[in-house]
């Protein structure tokens, strides 16, 4: 038996954290959100004066991202969000996130982004690419910024979360698209209780 690897991949607010946390504690696994080392980067990127553009200074950096720094709740914030997928799109800098990720894998693990199928877990035990439709995970979204109090409106969250969508599947390297492999999760209109119980008999169904 090897150690169970669960891929998560999907849009930005389809609910995909809240269901890879769930899922981890269902089989028991360790959970790493994988936006978080993306989002790291783009911190440090902007604390050093670097520009977002600059591929191979980025690279540099995210070389260095200290795995303890990721809980930092300013990595939530929609500024970083929004530079953490233009700091993405730099191949040098995914080359240097890879390493982490799978090591991370290797243990047993469900890891959740935009590329785990497809490139970093490509012999994943189970694959979910989860999604809902771009109104719902605004409102979703809208609502979380707003609990963090930050000064934002709706029609400011879509058309953010539309540009992002648009960067993230439109990128040259692991853009965001299901693995042939992988199950599609549509939540919106699943409760997070129906979308984890969704979820679960997906996964157990491939086991
Ligand atoms: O999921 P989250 O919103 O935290 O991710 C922030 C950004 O990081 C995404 O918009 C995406 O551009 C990038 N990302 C990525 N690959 C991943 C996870 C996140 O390119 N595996």
Redesign the pocket.
Known sequence: THPLNIAI?GT??SG??TLSRRIAAHYGLACL???????AV?RDVLAAGVSLAEGEQAAVIAAQIDPSTLDDPY??SGE???A??????HPPV?AA?LAF?RDFAAKGAV??????GT??CPDADAKLFVTADPEVRAERRYQELLGYGEDVTLAGVLSDLTE?DH??MN?RV?P?KPAVDAHLLDTTDLSIERAVSTAIRMIDAVL
Request: no cysteine; charged share 35%; proline share 0%.
């Open positions: 991949d930005f607010s995909k954290g959100d994988t936006g978080k080392l993306y989002r783009a990595l939530k970083i969000g929004a953490a997928s233009k700091v993405s799109v995914r996130l990720q890891l959740d982004g935009r590329d785990i490139v970093i992002r960067r993230d990128r692991a965001l």
